[in-house]
Every structure is written in C-alpha cells, then in structure tokens.
C-alpha cells in the first residue's frame, strides 16, 4: 500500500508561483511513476504531468508544459510540482497518484492523495 500527503496549494495572484510536494510513504516509490491531476469544479478529471520512475523521462499537458515542472527526488519519496505564470484557469484541485506504468490515463494509477488546493485570483 502506498500513502501520498499533498501539500504546497494555496491562494496565489495570476502570474505567481506556487510548488506542490507529495509525499509518499512506504520503501517502494522508486518503483512508481508519478503523476499530477487536477480537477475544478464540474469539469472532469485532467492530466498535468507525469515522470518516470527514476526522474530521467517526463512530460506535461500541452496547456502547462511551458508553465510547469514536475521532478522526483527518490530519497526522499516525494515528487513536485513547480507550477509558473499561473493563470486563473489553474484554478483546481491538484493530486499527485502513483502507478506501475508512465501514463496519462488516471484509470492506471493505483494510489492517490486527497489533494490540495490551488486557487489563482485574477
């Protein structure tokens, strides 16, 4: 069983930046890809990023890949989320999952976190 703690969201002016941890526990999140989610409200559930087991590989949507960052640190069980030139249309919650493959499709990620907020004012 892998436990993930999300944290880093908050209130933030369009423009800012914000960096999201996720923490897992456990001694197996090197053999998990990671990857970023988000929803708002009344939309469905969307891809931000994703990156390989060892960090050496990663991608990010098309709507933040020139915005966003996502990096691991193995020794320490925690993925980010480097998030730049926010924009109000960020606005979600965000949750880092776990998974056996390097995907996009939140359906093949087998744990998650219960999210933190982002909220980008206008």
């Known amino acids: 069983q892998v436990q993930l703690v999300e944290s880093g969201g908050g209130l933030v002016q369009a423009g800012g930046s914000l960096r999201l941890s996720c923490t897992s526990s456990?001694?197996?999140?090197?053999?998990?890809?990671m990857g970023w989610f988000r929803q708002a409200p009344g939309k469905e559930r969307e891809f931000v990023a994703a990156?390989?087991?060892?960090?050496?590989?990663?991608y990010c949507a098309d709507s933040v890949k020139d915005r966003f960052t996502i990096s691991r640190d193995n020794a320490k069980n925690t993925v980010y989320l480097q998030m730049n030139s926010l924009k109000p249309e960020d606005t979600a919650v965000y949750y880092c999952?776990?998974?056996?493959?390097?995907?996009?499709?939140?359906?093949?990620?087998?744990?998650w976190g219960q999210g933190t907020q982002v909220t980008v004012s206008s």
């Open positions: 990156i390989s087991w060892g960090g050496s590989t990663s």
């Open positions: 999952a776990a998974s056996r493959t390097y995907d996009s499709d939140y359906r093949r990620y087998d744990f």
């Open positions: 456990g001694r197996t999140f090197s053999s998990y890809a």
